[in-house]
């Protein structure tokens, strides 16, 4: 079946740091691929997306690409705020049918 | 354009007690999905709902969960009776035939 493997937190960033959250996927035919975000105390938000190889989803500074040959879609942001602190969840989406990673609790320090 | 609508957004209750939560989802979404996610874990998918018909609930403990989606809308999921291990998040999201989920703020539970 579908599965979603993703980078483990918890990671800790200064602010203005460089950010990679690694993530990669199993998946049957042309899934959809997805960033969600969860701040402290709020639902999951959608971050951004890719539907086909070689798109690339933006949103709020942060980048994605879908790499069907590396079966991968690596979240990345330039320079980090303290109010990107969340938890970040990579997931596919394949027959309809979403499936999450676990999840990477990012910190940001000032 | 409304999000999705859940109640209650807390719930505290006794093993072996039942409860139930509801879900409003968007306007027009014909796809209706309820999650579990435990602390500090990603969403487990439990049931989705395309209309009013059952798309997948392989992964609902059909012992104790249930879940319907009356006239293609509104939704709810009952446990009954609960365990210990059921304190979670329970999530609910709709979307679109094609596209990305849009998630409800959440339905915190927890079992004492």
């Known amino acids: 079946g579908n599965s979603v493997t993703q980078m483990e937190g918890p990671v800790t960033l200064s602010e203005e740091a460089f950010l990679t959250i690694n993530c990669t996927y199993t998946?049957?035919?042309?899934?959809?691929l997805f960033w969600y975000v969860q701040y402290p105390g709020e639902g999951l938000q959608l971050l951004l997306k890719?539907?086909?190889?070689?798109d690339k989803g933006s949103n709020k500074g942060f980048e994605a690409t879908y790499r069907k040959e590396t079966t991968s879609f690596h979240l990345e942001k330039g320079s980090v705020q303290v109010s990107d602190s969340a938890v970040y969840f990579c997931?596919?989406?394949?027959?309809?049918?979403?499936?999450f990673g676990t999840g990477t609790r990012l910190t940001i320090i000032p | 354009e409304a999000g999705v609508a859940q109640s209650p957004r807390y719930k505290i209750i006794e093993k072996r007690q039942s409860v139930a939560f509801w879900c409003n989802p968007i306007?027009?979404?014909?796809?209706l999905y309820w999650y579990q996610q435990i602390l500090g874990q990603g969403p487990k998918l439990l049931i989705q709902?395309?209309?009013?018909?059952?798309?997948?609930d392989s992964q609902l403990p059909k012992d104790r969960f249930s879940a319907e989606r009356l006239k293609g809308v509104d939704s709810t999921l009952k446990i009954q009776p609960a365990k210990l291990e059921d304190s979670a998040v329970y999530l609910c999201?709709?979307?679109?035939?094609?596209?990305?989920?849009?998630f409800g703020p959440g339905t915190r539970l927890t079992v004492l």
């Open positions: 997931a596919l989406k394949g027959n309809e049918k979403l499936t």
């Open positions: 306007s027009g979404h014909a796809t």
């Open positions: 998946a049957t035919g042309y899934p959809s």
């Open positions: 890719a539907t086909k190889a070689d």
């Open positions: 999201a709709s979307s679109l035939d094609v596209g990305p989920s849009f």
């Open positions: 709902f395309q209309n009013n018909g059952v798309v997948d």
